[in-house]
């Protein structure tokens, strides 16, 4: 299916963005995720992923967390902070170990310039990889979005000396020309 018609179909449905296919269809591939009861959704906004989580599981408990705001979601306890400052969200941070799913989606803004961008995404990839490790219990999921370019297996390799397993998934959803694509660990 083309990139608008997923957008079509997620409004129809009522979601904010075609972004919520994507995750529907990396769930689809890991069919281990049962009943989340807290889940971390990281670089949330405008909240298509936090949304259909909520409707899937509505009695999980869900932060959020993007640089953006993000029109509340009943359920969905938002905070609109850089990644950066994590540490300064005492909600989250009493939570250490808890989480059942860690999502990130988080995209950094693209200066155009190749090293810059690479390096800046390799260093958002790394600061969630920390905050998966941090929150996530002993069963817990992580997935991240990261990019198809020279630091992918390096980062690779740092999810491997986290989680059992470590796979690929390129959505659909994901658009084909896009170097996105998304990593997930399983403990
Ligand atoms: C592709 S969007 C996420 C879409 C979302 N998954 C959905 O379903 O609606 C990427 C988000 O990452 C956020 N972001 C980028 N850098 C960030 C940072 N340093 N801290 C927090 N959020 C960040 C952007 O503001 C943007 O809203």
Redesign the pocket.
């Known amino acids: 299916m083309h990139a608008d018609n997923w957008a079509q179909k997620a409004k129809s449905l009522g979601y904010?963005?075609r972004?919520?296919f994507k995750?529907i269809q990396i769930l689809e591939k890991i069919k281990k995720l049962k009943n989340p009861s807290l889940i971390l959704?990281?670089?949330?906004?405008?909240?298509?992923?936090?949304h259909y989580l909520k409707d899937k599981y509505p009695s999980s408990e869900i932060f959020a967390?993007?640089?953006?705001e993000m029109k509340e979601i009943k359920g969905v306890n938002f905070f609109q902070?850089?990644?950066?400052n994590i540490e300064n969200i005492v909600q989250i941070n009493q939570l250490k170990n808890e989480f059942c799913l860690v999502i990130s989606?988080?995209?950094?803004?693209l200066s155009g310039i190749r090293s810059i961008d690479e390096a800046n995404i390799y260093e958002?990839n790394l600061l969630t990889l920390e905050q998966a490790e941090k929150f996530l219990n002993d069963n817990g999921i992580f997935i991240v979005?990261t990019f198809q370019n020279s630091n992918l297996k390096k980062f690779r390799k740092e999810m491997e000396n986290i989680f059992k397993i470590v796979q690929t998934a390129k959505p659909a959803a994901s658009k084909k020309q896009s170097k996105e694509i998304y990593l997930y660990g399983i403990k």
Request: aromatic share 4%.
């Open positions: 904010r963005s972004a919520v995750l959704d990281i670089g949330s906004a405008p909240g298509g992923w936090s967390i993007d640089l953006l902070e850089d990644l950066r989606d988080l995209a950094p803004n958002l979005k």
